[in-house]
């Protein structure tokens, strides 16, 4: 199984690194290497989770979105099936592993679902809160008035943070790096001084 995992993300460190991909200078360092890092330091947390599933799910959650089809959900499903099947997977396996992952595309109901999502889906929210995730958004969109800039990363550390992280000892540990990023984006406290 190891074997198959490392040839699956090599395959998607390479389709990372396209210049077809409009993240391709960052996405592979500043996103899915610190999701390995800490699905690593979880999986210590929660032994009971299948570290197979975890580990491709790393490399499989925002594969749609590095080749460009994540707007199309059928082609997407279809697309991660496929590539999952042709590198060697059982077809148990990549039928559990492409559901979960379109469990936590959904993001419903993530606090009862299997601890893999809840950990993938967790780490996916609080790995925008790690590194330059928000800087780059800024500099890849440099064409935006500054306050548009502010609401579209409010919207999206909002969306991350209420839909995606959904284990408590995360949310509790990333609690500060949420509120500071807040802050940065305007949105100041009631009173700095207590």
Request: some cysteine; charged content about 35%; proline content about 2%.
């Amino acid at each position: 199984m190891e074997e198959l995992i490392l040839k699956f993300k090599n395959h998607v460190m390479e389709k990372c690194n396209d210049p077809k991909f409009i993240h391709h200078k960052w996405y592979l360092k500043y996103h899915l290497e610190i999701i390995e890092r800490l699905v690593e330091e979880l999986y210590l947390k929660y032994p009971d989770a299948d570290k197979n599933i975890l580990d491709v799910m790393v490399w499989l959650h925002d594969y749609d979105k590095i080749l460009g089809i994540n707007k199309n959900k059928e082609l997407a499903l279809k697309t991660d099936r496929k590539i999952l099947l042709e590198i060697g997977f059982d077809e148990e396996f990549v039928n559990k592993v492409s559901r979960y992952v379109e469990i936590m595309d959904e993001k419903k109901d993530l606090k009862n679902s299997a601890i893999e999502i809840q950990i993938m889906s967790s780490v996916d929210g609080v790995a925008h809160l790690i590194g330059p995730f928000f800087s780059i958004y800024w500099y890849e969109n440099s064409e935006k008035e500054i306050e548009e800039l502010l609401e579209d990363n409010i919207k999206k550390a909002l969306k991350d943070w209420d839909k995606k992280v959904v284990l408590k000892e995360i949310r509790d540990r990333f609690q500060s790096r949420h509120d500071f990023l807040m802050e940065q984006f305007g949105k100041f406290p009631e009173r700095f001084f207590d």
